[in-house]
């Protein structure tokens, strides 16, 4: 009697192999886990790190922190503007690493005058001078940021004090920015820095913009900057509604 086995092996190779590849989809699926728990649990000590030196809300932070993670694969400078008193950029930098250069670029004296195109909510706030969330017009001095980026571990990074019409337009970052942060609130903020460094930023760059749900002024910024300049790159949010755009994306 003849015995024909080879078909029944091909099937139990076969099989081992779809097991094989199933077991190795599971350990990377649970490496991928474990690895963003972890990551989860340093979000929530870095806001516990930096809360007193920041304004922006811990679940904000905690996607601008994601985003960052998201775009660490990309090299290059990282640029915020509008810093308070550094406790978002100080995060930013522990999550991106001390190899790369940052620049904070605030006028450490709080915020211009809004106007009209910034929107009611925006003339009311600045207006309120007792409201809670007032911080004496988000004035905070050079020292706080300083001291952030030192707790950060940053080796390199520039403060740099003014207003943006007068820092940014000449501005040369040592590399292309990967990472824009924006946190100007006005329109006229809003736009310059977009103007001057948006075509700054690497292809495939992560630009941040704050406050974009939050005035009508920075919005309108936004759109009026990537009509005028023909860009088609989308406004995308993440869960927590944080507006960003990634460069040509």
């Known amino acids: 009697m003849e015995v024909r ?53 811990k679940s904000v932070f905690a996607d601008n922190l994601r985003l ?5 694969g990309i090299g290059g400078s990282v640029v915020e503007c509008g810093v308070w008193r550094g ?10 690493g001390p190899g790369r250069h940052y620049y904070l670029f605030d006028s450490f004296e709080g915020l211009p005058a809004a ?6 909510s925006a003339l009311a706030w600045q207006a309120n001078k007792t409201g809670p969330f007032y911080y004496d ?13 030192r707790y950060s571990g940053a080796r390199s990074y520039t403060t740099l004090k003014g207003w943006f019409q007068d820092t940014l337009r000449d501005f040369r970052p040592r590399e ?9 609130d006005w329109y006229d903020s809003t736009m310059e820095c977009l103007t001057y460094l948006y075509p700054l930023v690497k292809n495939k760059g992560l ?8 005035w009508d002024g920075c919005a309108r910024a936004v759109h009026d900057f990537l009509s005028r300049a023909a860009i ?18």
């Not at 630009?207 to 939050?214: F, K, L, S």
């Open 5 to 57: 086995a080879g078909g029944g092996l091909a099937k139990a190779s076969t099989r081992a192999r779809r097991l094989l590849g199933d077991l190795r989809d599971l350990r990377s699926k649970t490496r991928q886990g474990i690895e963003r728990r972890v990551f989860e649990r340093h979000i929530a000590r870095l806001f516990e790190k930096y809360r007193t030196l920041t304004m922006v809300p």
């Open 68 to 72: 960052c993670r998201q775009y660490a």
């Open 232 to 249: 088609k790159d989308r406004i995308h949010q993440t869960t927590n509604r944080v507006a960003y755009i990634t460069k040509n994306g």
């Open 176 to 184: 292309p920015i990967a990472i824009l942060r924006l946190d100007g």
């Open 207 to 214: 630009i941040i913009v704050d406050d974009y749900y939050t």
């Open 115 to 120: 106007k009209p195109i910034d929107g009611e």
């Open 87 to 96: 406790g978002m950029v100080a995060a930013m930098a522990e999550v991106l």
């Open 137 to 149: 017009n988000c004035r905070a001095e050079l020292r706080f940021a300083e001291e952030a980026m």
